[in-house]
């Protein structure tokens, strides 16, 4: 089992920044692609990004466009995504992901979720 805690979401004015953290724990591995996820009210999850730590492969969203970045501390077994040029439409639970193999961007390519973080973006 792996087990997720994410942080740092929060209400934050449009064109402002977040950064959110998570970090695994459990029979976790540099091999397993960590992503975000993220779903409003009403619509389906999306994919936002993901980065496999092994090789520092990363994947985006079509939606990203530059504003966000995933990075990771493999010491901390943490990924962060910073969010930057924040919008009303951003606003959504951000969920951390980790995949045993395939980096997708289906949530079904993923096998563990955080219990996810609120971000709420101001106009």
């Known amino acids: 089992q792996v087990q997720l805690v994410e942080s740092g979401g929060g209400l934050v004015q449009a064109g402002g920044s977040l950064r959110l953290s998570c970090t695994a724990s459990?029979?976790?591995?540099?091999?397993?692609?960590m992503g975000w996820f993220r779903q409003a009210p009403g619509k389906e999850r999306e994919f936002v990004a993901a980065?496999?730590?092994?090789?520092?492969?990363?994947v985006y969203g079509d939606f990203v466009k530059g504003r966000f970045t995933i990075s990771r501390d493999d010491a901390k077994n943490t990924v962060y995504l910073q969010m930057n040029r924040l919008q009303p439409e951003d606003t959504a639970v951000y969920s951390c992901a980790v995949s045993r193999d395939y980096m997708g961007k289906s949530p079904s390519d993923y096998n563990y979720w955080g219990q996810g973080t609120q971000v709420t973006v101001s106009s």
């Open positions: 980065v496999r730590r092994s090789n520092g492969v990363m």
């Open positions: 459990g029979r976790t591995s540099n091999y397993y692609p």
